[in-house]
Nanobody
Framework: QVQLVESGGGLVQPGGSLRLSCAAS????????MGWYRQAPGKQRDLVAA???????NYADSVKGRFTISRDNTKNTVYLQMNSLKPEDTAVYYC??????????????WGQGTQVTVSS
């Protein structure tokens, strides 16, 4: 009923930039918080950044000052601008969203993930 589709991952050199996008679609009444998580091989999935419906962002300490999360509520889309990328940022990045469906059900939805690789 609700799908999250990510785009924008890829291979980038250290110090480079990438912009991830995640669009939600389906039977959506409203979206609360939206966020980005990442999971490196052999590690747990960790929060990178999140943003409330009113626009208040918060970030993991490891990305503060380098990453910026934003959202366009008219498009049900969340973005992650990643600058000054480091090899340790290499991971699969997942978006998620707290969605109230048109039926009134509240649930957390996840995207399929997009690979970000930072390497020279």
């Amino acid at each position: 009923q609700v799908q999250l589709v990510e785009s924008g991952g890829g291979l980038v050199q250290p110090g480079g930039s990438l912009r991830l996008s995640c669009a939600a679609s389906g039977r959506i009444r409203s979206i609360n918080a939206m966020g980005w998580y990442r999971q490196a091989p052999g590690k747990q999935r960790d929060l990178v950044a999140a943003i409330a419906s009113g626009g208040n962002p918060n970030y993991a300490d490891s990305v503060k000052g380098r990453f910026t999360i934003s959202r366009d509520n008219t498009k049900n889309t969340v973005y992650l601008q990643m600058n000054s990328l480091k090899p340790e940022d290499t991971a699969v990045y997942y978006c998620n969203a707290g969605v109230t469906s048109s039926f009134g059900n509240r649930d957390i939805y996840w995207g399929q993930g997009t690979q970000v690789t930072v390497s020279s």
